[in-house]
């Protein structure tokens, strides 16, 4: 078992260079099933959600080379079994994009329903609306969605919520289907508009990504091609909050940031400067943090993947801030750490109420997601002795080297291996 384990206190400084965006990348890697050539990504994050990826994809028949440490060449002309293992399905909630990937290239897909973090209901009823509008017949069974279609025929989705996932994955069925696609009210991510511009860059045809309405013209041949992801927003604005709230000053670099505007905008109120440049930013701060009201919302609003990271900077401010979820039912879960911390943050319904204090002091806590376990890692950063954090499998999912990118920011941070006394390895050896 590992933990990180961080000695809080130490300003950050220096710079920090972003990775390739988790949630471009995961649906981009399962649109490669639908290139009739090879395709080269040139910085294929090394997080666990990727290596679960390339391990369905290569369990389905698919030729993946590493080319280098995030150069990765995939072949799926290979791919014969339109079905993903159920665990590796159930292991994360990107497993989904396999359900319109395999759709789109072979008209039939078996994916067991995704699981991912535990963020309330996540269910998929919109993706599964895109497919039957292109002509998908749809069964569960066994906790395994299976999808058929004698032929994939372009229409009219009206989505009845912005959902990031039913975009894309209505997108990657519909980009082989026969004729015009329109998809409306989409999600406008910058990894929606990515997917569309890799896909289109093998020659597809997907126009407004970005907007409320993307239009899709079949196409029946995708060609090859060499193709570097956008920066991850959230990654960037992890490490932008740890800045502000350990009180340091540092670059981000690789980074749009026309992406971080929202994120920008929150620190600024909070009292953070933030300077920005081509490709990189700058944060820092001057004087005390100050109280404010967030609210997460659909891009551009702030995004919900940032809400623990945020509260969690905001425990330090002077007052009463109030951040609001309106994305999740259930993503505050990383509070009752928190307070094991010293913050003073509780939830009412769909809020977090965070009273400032001055301090936070270390303390063993437990990540029992991704971003909650980022805004642990921040907190530790920031407070006062060790900070021990169980439960990195969350964090590993979707930060490529944290400890080394931290570490090189000037942190007190290690990766410390356990022993688990409850381990079944330990009953076995008894
Ligand atoms: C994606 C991201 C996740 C991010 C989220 C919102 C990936 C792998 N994950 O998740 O990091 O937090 O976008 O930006 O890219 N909904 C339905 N029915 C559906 C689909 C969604 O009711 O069929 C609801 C969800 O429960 C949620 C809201 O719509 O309340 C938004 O979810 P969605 O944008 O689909 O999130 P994901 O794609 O799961």
Do not use: W
């Not at 039913?166 to 990515?194: F, R």
């Amino acid at each position: 078992m590992e933990k990180i384990v961080i000695r809080g206190g130490v300003p950050l400084s220096g710079s920090v260079t972003i990775s390739a965006a988790k949630n471009a990348v995961l649906p981009i890697v399962a649109a490669t099933i639908l290139c009739d050539e090879p395709v080269v990504l040139e910085n294929c994050p090394q997080i666990s959600d990727i290596t679960f990826c390339l391990k369905i994809l290569s369990s389905m028949g698919a030729d993946i080379r590493m080319l280098s440490k995030n150069k990765v060449r995939f072949d799926t002309r290979s791919l014969r079994i339109p079905k993903v293992p159920y665990e590796m399905a159930t292991a994360f909630r990107a497993s989904s994009y396999f359900l319109g990937a395999l759709l789109g290239r072979f008209h039939e897909a078996h994916v067991a329903m995704p699981g991912g973090c535990d963020l309330g209901d996540r269910p998929i009823d919109q993706h599964l609306k895109a497919f039957t509008a292109l002509g998908a017949e749809n069964t569960l069974d066994g906790g395994e969605v299976s999808l058929y279609a004698d032929k994939l025929i372009g229409s009219l989705v009206y989505f009845d919520m912005n959902s990031v996932g039913a975009t894309i994955n209505a997108i990657l069925a519909a980009v082989k289907a026969d004729g015009y696609t329109v998809l409306e009210n989409c999600a406008k991510e910058p990894h929606v508009v990515d997917v569309a511009n890799f896909l289109n860059s093998m020659g597809a045809e997907i126009m407004g990504a970005g907007t409320d309405t993307i239009k899709i013209k079949g196409v029946k041949y995708l060609k090859g091609v060499e193709y570097s992801v956008i920066p991850d927003q959230i990654e960037a604005g992890t490490y932008m909050v740890a800045a502000a709230m350990t009180g340091g000053d540092i670059i981000v670099k690789n980074v749009i940031p026309k992406h971080l505007e929202s994120i920008i905008v929150a620190l600024r109120k909070i009292g953070v400067t933030v300077e920005e440049f081509d490709d990189s930013v700058r944060v820092y701060t001057t004087g005390d943090l100050r109280n404010t009201k967030i609210r997460t919302m659909a891009h551009p609003g702030f995004p919900t993947d940032m809400q623990p990271q945020i509260s969690t900077l905001l425990t330090l401010a002077k007052g009463t801030s109030i951040v609001t979820e309106e994305i999740f039912d259930s993503r505050f879960a990383y509070a009752k750490e928190l307070r094991r911390m010293g913050a003073n943050i509780n939830v009412n319904g769909k809020a977090v109420c965070i009273e400032g204090v001055d301090k936070l002091s270390g303390a063993p806590v437990n990540a029992s997601d991704l971003r909650a376990g980022a805004a642990l890692v921040i907190a530790g950063l920031a407070a006062e002795g060790t900070t021990e954090i169980g439960n990195i499998h969350f964090i590993e999912r979707g930060y490529e080297n944290i400890v080394e990118k931290f570490s090189g920011l000037g942190a007190n941070i290690k990766l410390v291996h356990t022993i688990d006394y409850s381990d079944n390895e330990i009953k076995k050896n008894a």
